[in-house]
């Protein structure tokens, strides 16, 4: 029987199921720390709290795994990644789902962290490179419509489960290992990336060597600047992006929102995500990267003032925030990057380029991550913690707008050529 070729949006759909698998994780935590809290660990400070968080595929377990899972995807292709992340992805599931102690509950939030660092990357790499160059955004954009979608999800389930306590926050991790491995079938019939086989030499040559690779990415300096720019805009802009997703809940209920109305109201601002990803889609391949990007950048700052200067019990606050947040999101920095970490690098580093990325975004959300929640049980946390990252947003405005790249419909191939002044796919990294 002739093997299946899987192609054109349903390839994209089934890559992108990797975002919402990494943001329905991320919910999933967010909306069980407190059970996990009173069963393992009562009478935390927000160390244990944090550890976990920090660990988890909200920080450093997904940046261990991205800077893992991004050289190997140039090495050897990105359907390798494929074959096995959505398996380890299974396996941490299953442990945090029949989690006894603390050890085990900890040992499950990294390996599925390990699991979502090396499979997102992969993911924008891999639709980029068969997308076509006039709907390569919508393409793309495909995986942050996926990654919106599991909050939205995530928050109504944990609001359907929260009579259940516990049990309902392991039945939310177990809906998340049967959609991997769903997900892990259907994607076998992936075929690798043609831009990948060429870049190595055809089908039948030796991958590239991960050194030769990573020592030309760092060679060239147009590289060494796309790094710079792209971890500055997504670090920035994930550093109040992740305590959004995570601690949110936390935010809600010292507010007044007992959990049940925080889950829900969760919920309703992750709709209006899932409706400004939908919108950004549409108009991402026409309306201007640098207007759109600006756009987005300025509502989530607007967001957070009004979260952090908004009174601090009205249920207006909570609205304003969760309805402006929810619309920068469509045109978010995470968006924008997804679509122009591929096209600034060439193929034979595009994936590895992205893995270093995502490592230092996850790397600073983990930091973030282990003070975050001790600040916020301060007097005037939520103030304090508010001011630093409506700085970082700011930074990320300027950054962005200023130097955004010329992408804009143009094929990878032109983009190589006008970046490098030749084709650097061809190049010899094969050891």
Not at 404 to 426: A, F, M, W
């Amino acid at each position: 029987m002739a093997k299946r070729e899987i192609t054109g949006w349903k390839a994209t759909i089934l890559v992108s199921m990797s975002n919402y698998i990494d943001s329905g994780s991320i919910i999933a935590i967010a909306t069980s720390l407190a059970f996990w809290k009173t069963a393992y660990f009562p009478g935390d400070d927000g160390t244990i709290t944090g550890l976990l968080a920090a660990f988890s595929s909200n920080a450093f377990g997904a940046a261990i795994g991205a800077l893992i899972g991004g050289p190997l995807c140039d090495k050897y292709g990105r359907k390798f990644i494929y074959t096995y992340d959505l398996l380890v992805y299974a396996l941490g599931g299953a442990i945090i789902v029949f989690a006894a102690n603390l050890p085990m509950l900890f040992i499950g939030f990294v390996i599925t962290g390990l699991a979502v660092g090396a499979s997102v990357p992969a993911g924008w790499t891999y639709i980029a490179e068969f997308a076509p160059t006039k709907s390569r955004g919508r393409h793309i954009a495909t995986t942050q419509l996926a990654w919106s979608f599991g909050p939205f999800i995530g928050f109504g389930l944990a609001a359907a489960l929260t009579p259940l306590g516990l049990l309902g926050s392991r039945l939310i991790f177990a809906h998340l290992v049967i959609i991997s491995l769903v997900t892990w079938y259907l994607r076998r019939d992936l075929n690798e990336s043609e831009a990948w086989q060429e870049a190595k030499g055809g089908a039948n040559a030796r991958p590239p060597s991960t050194f030769e690779s990573m020592k030309e990415l760092f060679s060239r300096r147009v590289n060494v600047t796309a790094l710079l720019f792209l971890a500055s805009i997504y670090t920035f802009w994930n550093l109040a992006a992740s305590q959004n997703g995570i601690f949110l809940p936390t935010i809600l209920n010292s507010m007044g929102f007992n959990t049940l109305q925080s889950d829900l109201f969760s919920m309703l601002s992750w709709g209006f995500v899932i409706i400004s990803t939908g919108i950004f889609m549409l108009v991402v391949d026409r309306v201007p990267y640098r207007l759109h990007f600006i756009f987005g950048a300025g509502l989530a700052i607007i967001a957070w003032v009004v979260l952090v200067f908004g009174p601090s019990t009205a249920a207006a606050t909570a609205f304003g925030y969760a309805i402006i947040w929810g619309l920068s999101a469509g045109p978010s920095a995470q968006a924008f990057y997804s679509i122009w970490s591929p096209e600034l690098f060439a193929t034979p580093y595009r994936s590895g380029a992205q893995g270093i990325v995502f490592f230092v975004v996850r790397l600073a959300s983990g930091l973030i991550s282990l003070i975050f929640p001790i600040i916020l049980a301060k007097q005037n946390g939520l103030l304090i913690d508010g001011l630093i990252l409506i700085g970082f947003l700011v930074a990320a405005l300027l950054i962005g707008g200023i130097w955004t790249p010329k992408t804009q419909g143009k094929s990878l191939e032109d983009i190589e050529i006008e970046r490098y002044g030749e084709r650097v796919t061809n190049v010899d990294v094969r050891s």
